[in-house]
């Protein structure tokens, strides 16, 4: 029992799943911690990563809705607090990170620990995919990390990599996943797609007809209308 929502699992996987898709933010990486501590830390924050990333899924938590409904402003605030940055240099800190974000466009660009070996291990499970809402370079990070990349190579190999700006849409909207289904060849209740958030992850590929499976690794969201995972190698 994940989180109040059952996975069923074999030995070669999930039950019905053939594939998975993946999100990158929230998923694969997060804002880079080095990064975001020399802001937080600069105004009596926490600068150490594990305190940061957890900083991070609660600031993702507070500001998640459904259908879309994802609160940015609301998400750094959070950040900000929950880094732990003393009430008065909190504004402060919150305009130093607003000018991280435009001085860094690749801050989202932190492999979680262990992903490119967990990514290798479900690639002999699962076919693999990409589906991020981006900005046209989600494949190139990705192979510059060493997660993955189109077909054979040295990290994990993935079938189709979907940006949302090059595919002139974006999630929520079902039809970024459908996309990612007509590479496949697959019926889209054959496909799991695991993301970070309610507002675009799990209401987009539930419109779609796929399988959500929200991560969350420190269990902050308890509806149970959606399967949960606390780490992707969950689908192991």
Request: charged content about 20%.
């Amino acid at each position: 029992m994940l989180n109040g929502a059952s996975l069923y699992v074999t030995w070669n996987g999930v039950v019905g799943v053939r594939a998975v898709l993946l999100d990158v933010g929230g998923v694969l990486v997060v804002p880079d911690p080095r990064a975001v501590g020399g802001v937080m830390g600069g105004h009596g924050g926490a600068t150490d990563p594990d305190d940061l990333i957890r900083a991070h899924y609660r600031a993702v938590h507070e500001a998640d809705g459904d259908d879309g409904d994802f609160d940015w402003p609301g998400y750094h605030t959070g950040l900000v607090v929950h880094s732990g940055v003393p009430v008065g240099a909190r504004e402060l800190c919150n305009q130093g990170m607003i000018e991280l974000v435009r001085a860094m466009p690749n801050l989202w660009s932190y492999p979680l620990p262990g992903m490119a070996a967990t990514l290798r291990a479900l690639a002999g499970r699962y076919r693999l995919g990409i589906v991020s809402n981006n900005d046209g370079t989600v494949g190139r990070l990705l192979a510059e990390q060493g997660l993955c990349q189109l077909g054979a190579g040295p990290a994990a190999p993935v079938e189709v990599i979907v940006d949302s700006a090059l595919a002139g849409v974006a999630k929520p909207d079902p039809r970024i996943f459908t996309l990612a289904l007509d590479v496949l060849g697959l019926p889209p209740e054959e496909v799991g797609y695991v993301g970070d958030t309610r507002a675009y992850d799990v209401s987009g590929a539930r419109a779609a007809g796929l399988r959500p499976f929200h991560l969350d690794p420190y269990g902050f969201c308890v509806a149970a209308d959606h399967e949960h995972l606390a780490d992707l190698a969950d689908l192991l």
